[in-house]
């Protein structure tokens, strides 16, 4: 079965940085492209960023330039580079494929910006 666990959220300051991890178990993951997606308080949950296997990337707008996601297959995690970050990043977050994700969210990670 296949299970995601996300950790590394927490409470920063605008402009601050933190790190997502996610390790993933019952998948291979060096065949699946994985995204990173937030939900926000009364929003939709979205795809933020997407990395393939071979390693190409791709983000939303609203993060382009600021966030960057990264995989280490050896280790089954998928990591979440956040950094200047804004208040309008509040949200839960969490990974899992960014094709047809499974079925089966992992619990998330809160990231709060807030002063």
């Known amino acids: 079965q296949v299970q995601l666990v996300e950790s590394g959220g927490g409470l920063v300051q605008p402009g601050g940085s933190l790190r997502l991890s996610c390790v993933t178990s019952?998948?291979?993951?060096?065949?699946?492209?994985m995204g990173w997606y937030r939900q926000a308080p009364g929003k939709q949950r979205e795809l933020v960023a997407a990395?393939?296997?071979?390693?190409?990337?791709n983000y939303a707008d609203s993060v382009k330039g600021r966030f960057t996601i990264s995989r280490d297959n050896a280790k089954n995690t998928v990591y979440l580079q956040m950094n200047s970050l804004k208040p309008e990043d509040t949200a839960v977050y969490y990974c899992?494929?960014?094709?047809?994700?499974?079925?089966?969210w992992g619990q998330g990670t809160q990231v709060t910006v807030s002063s």
């Open positions: 990395i393939t296997s071979g390693g190409s990337t």
């Open positions: 899992n494929a960014a094709v047809s994700p499974y079925p089966n």
């Open positions: 019952g998948i291979i993951l060096r065949f699946y492209t």
